[in-house]
């Protein structure tokens, strides 16, 4: 197997988003943003040289979801691998449903060297289920808010 190859051009044509961070989770300056791939410069509209910086609370607005956020954290401080979603806003304002795992990265000593997070736009494949859902229900009160999270109703 070759273990000698070039790993930035397989994180930069990887289909998920991918940023990495410091390991410093304490606001306002951390966790700083290390490397974006362009599955994520894609999937947010933002140019790699508006990062510098920057944390990853620049994605986040009004619905995004304080109690996801304080789950995150308190999963990368037990060392524990975290999955959620979360409203999060692209550069021009508009939202989309993030899906994402996050976890530590560990070089040869047991503390964290990054964070990373895998990512991924889940808005399209989630708005066929819920409009499934208010076929079957018109007045499902989980899939009325998703619409009028993104004002489509
Ligand atoms: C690697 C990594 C990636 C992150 N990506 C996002 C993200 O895409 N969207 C988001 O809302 N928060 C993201 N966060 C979470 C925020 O940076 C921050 O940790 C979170 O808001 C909790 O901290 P706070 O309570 O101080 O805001 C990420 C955190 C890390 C460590």
């Known amino acids: 197997m070759q ?3 070039d790993w930035l ?3 930069e044509n990887l289909r998920r988003g991918i940023m990495v961070t410091d390991t410093n989770l304490e606001a306002p300056s951390g ?3 290390i490397y974006v791939n362009q599955a994520w410069l894609r999937m947010t509209g933002y140019g790699r040289e508006e990062l510098a910086g920057k944390t990853p609370r620049m994605l986040q607005g009004k619905h995004t979801d304080r109690a996801v956020l304080t789950l995150l954290k308190k999963k990368l401080l037990r ?3 975290f999955h959620g979603q979360t409203w999060n806003y692209r550069k021009n304002g508009e939202p989309f449903l993030m ?3 996050c976890y530590a990265i560990y070089g040869e000593r047991p503390k964290p060297i ?3 997070a ?3 736009d889940v808005t399209e494949i989630e708005s066929l289920r819920m409009k499934q859902r208010l076929l079957a229900d018109p007045q499902d009160q989980e899939a009325l808010q998703f619409f009028a999270v993104l004002r489509k109703l």
């Open 3 to 5: 273990l000698k190859f």
């Open 79 to 81: 060392r524990e691998v």
């Open 118 to 120: 895998e990512q991924e």
């Open 114 to 116: 990054y964070y990373i």
């Open 99 to 101: 899906n994402w795992y």
């Open 9 to 11: 051009i397989v994180l």
């Open 31 to 33: 966790p700083r943003i």
